[in-house]
């Protein structure tokens, strides 16, 4: 991989990532991501973010820093902005190439490197504010901006080319190919990474979109010409976009677009059958609607869609007087991820027994949902049991559309 000029000896080195393996052990990634690294070169040199040893990364950025003139073994200072694995992997084996470069990080997330990697020598602790000059006008700054999405994360700023260093920050899946930046990329490929990014952000970043909030404001008075993730694509036409698209996902945990995530799983087509009457209701009231089927679709994608919409149907059967299992996987991980304040419709299903909506109730407790009156039936739904359903359909889409439209900032 060549190394991309972002401005006066900066440039942007990055990895493409093809492979089975789930990102953090749980995300697919079936287009790939990026790990991108970045050079800034004055009378002394930063490597700002590492990798891990992850499908040839090593080599990849390796090949980036040649282009530049650079090598592992002659740069000066490793800025680690976050420690998560995969942006530190590598460090060890970075050490021994250059046992002489400073490292520098937050004071957690110096803790982090002799918890992970055992270094305990050639290590500085950066606080928000202070600044490391590399001569010849490069001038780097450091925020802590704690929480996107650990608690060490801080955000590196380059004064003359203006461009800020978020590592996971402004993220996105999807591998890059020999192209980075957002003016080399067609308008249908900035569709897929719009979707990729929502993905990205509700998988790993949703959790914290209070911190997400604050950080955006504490660089609000910087003038940035260009930002440089360490995943997906470097903004310099419009680095704005994906500032704003990120308070829009931020503001997401509060009240999400006037749509609706249905999110379904069915046995022996009972349920679905009842679903398609809910969806007509919806249909009939004119608000946009997505289907996940679970367990067939991958919870990553639910996420997203779920964490963006303002209304959620859940339907599901009784599955041995409980939450048919899919189902209650999903439901943890929206517990996880803290997807609230939606408005909600449970329908469903059940055989001998039911049991579903105990559980179901109890696993609620706390989410914040405003909940519809749900509907369960016995074996396939009756014509009664059919304009019911209907018409909480329609019920739930006419709450969606009239529900507020706030969308302001989280409480500091």
Not at 107 to 120: E, H, P
Not at 146 to 152: K, M, Q, S, Y
Not at 184 to 206: C, D, G, M, Q, W
């Amino acid at each position: 991989m060549k190394a991309h000029l972002i401005a006066d000896n900066v440039y942007c080195l990055h990895a493409d990532i093809q492979t089975a393996d789930l990102f953090e052990g749980i995300w697919p990634i079936p287009q790939g991501v990026s790990l991108n690294s970045y050079l800034v070169k004055g009378e002394k040199t930063a490597l700002i973010d590492l990798i891990r040893d992850w499908e040839g990364a090593p080599n990849q950025i390796e090949l980036g820093l040649a282009s530049a003139g650079a090598r592992f073994d002659n740069v000066d200072y490793l800025i680690l902005n976050h420690l998560e694995p995969d942006h530190t992997g590598w460090l060890k084996e970075f050490r021994e190439q250059n046992p002489r470069a400073e490292i520098i990080a937050t004071a957690k997330g110096i803790s982090l490197v002799k918890a992970f990697y055992k270094i305990d020598t050639g290590l500085r602790v950066v606080k928000d504010g202070d600044i490391l000059d590399l001569g010849c006008g490069k001038v780097l700054t450091f925020f802590e901006t704690p929480n996107i999405h650990w608690p060490e994360t801080m955000i590196t700023w380059e004064s003359r080319s203006r461009t800020l260093f978020p590592c996971d920050a402004f993220g996105s899946f999807g591998a890059l190919g020999d192209r980075v930046f957002d003016d080399e990329f067609t308008p249908e490929e900035h569709v897929f990474f719009e979707k990729e990014s929502l993905r990205y952000y509700a998988n790993i970043v949703s959790s914290f979109s209070v911190f997400v909030e604050r950080a955006i404001k504490k660089l609000a008075e910087l003038d940035i010409a260009c930002v440089a993730p360490s995943h997906g694509i470097v903004w310099r036409r419009d680095p704005k976009k994906i500032i704003d698209r990120y308070l829009k996902y931020a503001s997401y945990s509060r009240e999400g677009e006037k749509e609706i995530a249905i999110i379904w799983g069915s046995m022996y087509g009972n349920t679905k059958a009842g679903l398609d009457a809910v969806v007509r209701g919806i249909e009939k009231e004119g608000v946009p609607y997505s289907l996940h089927r679970v367990p067939d679709e991958n919870v990553s994608y639910v996420l997203a869609d779920a964490y963006k919409s303002t209304g959620m149907v859940i339907a599901m059967p009784t599955y041995e007087y409980a939450v048919f299992p899919p189902m209650a996987y999903v439901l943890d991980i929206f517990r996880r991820k803290h997807i609230s304040n939606k408005i909600a419709l449970r329908i469903g299903s059940w055989g001998w027994v039911g049991g579903a909506k105990k559980e179901y109730d109890a696993i609620l407790t706390g989410f914040k949902w405003d909940n519809l009156e749900s509907l369960e039936w016995t074996g396939y739904p009756t014509e009664a049991e059919f304009t019911v359903l209907e018409e909480r359909g329609r019920a739930l889409a006419r709450a969606v559309s009239q529900s507020g439209s706030g969308n302001q900032p989280a409480e500091p």
